[in-house]
């Protein structure tokens, strides 16, 4: 299919790329890297990289564009690393002339003239390197960087298992192209004090369920003392990973709003459907969803008591 996908690019004048709500490391990697990809082999073409990214590493990876409604009616859009349309961050996607959709997440929703799925993949990256690679395309540092970051990002440095040998042989192609890993990876464990005091307030707060399920409500007053904001605070769920007999961690983020985000982790046990029936979705072992208040962390984190109990 990597082959049909690639043609299917390389008819299209202008290509926009999607990717979904609060991107990661993968969703930004793979969209830039995927951008970068096909301008070093179609350097005539127009192509995008739309949505938020990941404004930290702009300078150094790259930054996204910002196009009219007219470019997208005209173009080819890529959807990457998204498994459900409602999670698409830039919902313009729908004036495009066709679709392509790349993800590596469970299914929930079938769209896309080309559809290609391989939940064996480690992350997007995964899948948008290895296409360049079998296909023998040319692959520059400049999109071989930002594949790089999603792929070890989305693998947790090639902690979460399973991960596929092939992984790392991919992961040796994009470092051959001498992409320089060390800068990226002191941006990467670069630490804002902010966020060093606030793990102070996880580790004094942080509860446990009757069957083992880690979890912390953090409420917006106690985000707006800590000068964060809510998304950051979610994205610190790993914080309490690693505690002996608490194979599942959940974060519960509120917004000025009051909306919530939840944040699922776990070592070995699927908490993917337990998202999905909150209206999320995710990996098996990695996952997320959104509450519309606070006042309900309890149903969820009562559900993932159920699935340890059922495990126990």
């Known amino acids: 299919m990597y082959k049909e996908i690639w043609n299917k690019i390389s008819e299209?004048?202008?290509?926009?790329?999607?990717?979904?709500?609060?991107?990661?490391?993968?969703?930004?990697?793979?969209?830039?890297?995927?951008?970068?990809?096909?301008?070093?082999?179609?350097?005539?073409?127009?192509?995008?990289?739309?949505?938020?990214?990941?404004?930290?590493?702009f300078d150094f990876v790259?930054?996204?564009?910002?196009?009219?409604?007219?470019?997208?009616?005209?173009?080819?859009?890529?959807i990457l690393d998204v498994a459900n349309l409602a999670r698409i961050e830039d919902q313009r996607y729908?004036?495009?002339?066709?679709?392509?959709?790349?993800?590596?997440?469970q299914l929930q929703d079938h769209f896309g003239d080309?559809?290609?799925?391989?939940?064996?993949m480690i992350s997007t990256t995964e899948i948008v390197t290895e296409m360049a690679v079998s296909l023998n395309l040319k692959?520059?540092?400049?999109?071989?960087?930002?594949?790089?970051?999603?792929?070890?990002?989305?693998?947790?440095?090639?902690?979460?298992?399973?991960?596929?040998?092939?992984?790392?042989?991919?992961a040796g192609e994009l470092v051959k192209t001498g992409i320089d890993i060390k800068t990226l990876y002191d941006m990467m464990y670069e630490v804002d004090e902010k966020i060093l005091r606030f793990k102070g307030y996880i580790f004094a707060n942080y509860k446990k369920s009757p069957n083992g399920v880690i979890y912390l409500p953090i409420p917006k007053e106690v985000i707006h003392e800590h000068d964060l904001d809510f998304n950051t605070c979610a994205s610190l769920v790993n914080s309490v990973s690693g505690i002996p007999g608490s194979p599942?961690?959940?974060?519960?983020?509120?917004?000025?709003?009051?909306?919530?985000?939840?944040?699922?982790?776990?070592?070995?046990?699927?908490?993917?459907?337990?998202?999905?029936?909150?209206?999320?979705?995710?990996?098996?072992?990695?996952?997320?969803?959104?509450?519309?208040?606070?006042?309900?962390?309890?149903?969820?984190?009562?559900?993932?008591?159920?699935?340890?109990?059922?495990?126990?």
């Open 94 to 105: 729908k004036l495009a002339s066709s679709i392509i959709k790349m993800d590596h997440h």
């Open 62 to 78: 790259g930054r996204m564009d910002e196009v009219d409604d007219s470019i997208i009616e005209s173009s080819l859009a890529v």
């Open 139 to 170: 692959l520059t540092k400049e999109a071989a960087l930002p594949l790089f970051l999603g792929l070890i990002t989305d693998s947790g440095r090639f902690l979460y298992q399973p991960i596929r040998g092939e992984a790392y042989s991919l």
């Open 248 to 312: 599942i961690w959940v974060f519960f983020s509120e917004s000025d709003s009051g909306e919530v985000r939840v944040e699922f982790r776990s070592r070995g046990v699927p908490v993917q459907p337990t998202a999905v029936k909150f209206g999320g979705g995710g990996h098996l072992q990695a996952a997320g969803c959104k509450l519309d208040t606070l006042d309900d962390y309890m149903l969820v984190v009562n559900e993932l008591d159920k699935v340890l109990k059922e495990q126990a």
């Open 114 to 120: 080309i559809e290609l799925i391989n939940n064996d």
């Open 12 to 57: 299209a004048n202008v290509i926009t790329i999607f990717g979904h709500v609060v991107p990661d490391g993968d969703c930004y990697g793979s969209i830039l890297g995927l951008k970068n990809l096909i301008k070093a082999n179609f350097p005539d073409k127009e192509v995008y990289a739309l949505g938020s990214g990941l404004p930290k590493y």
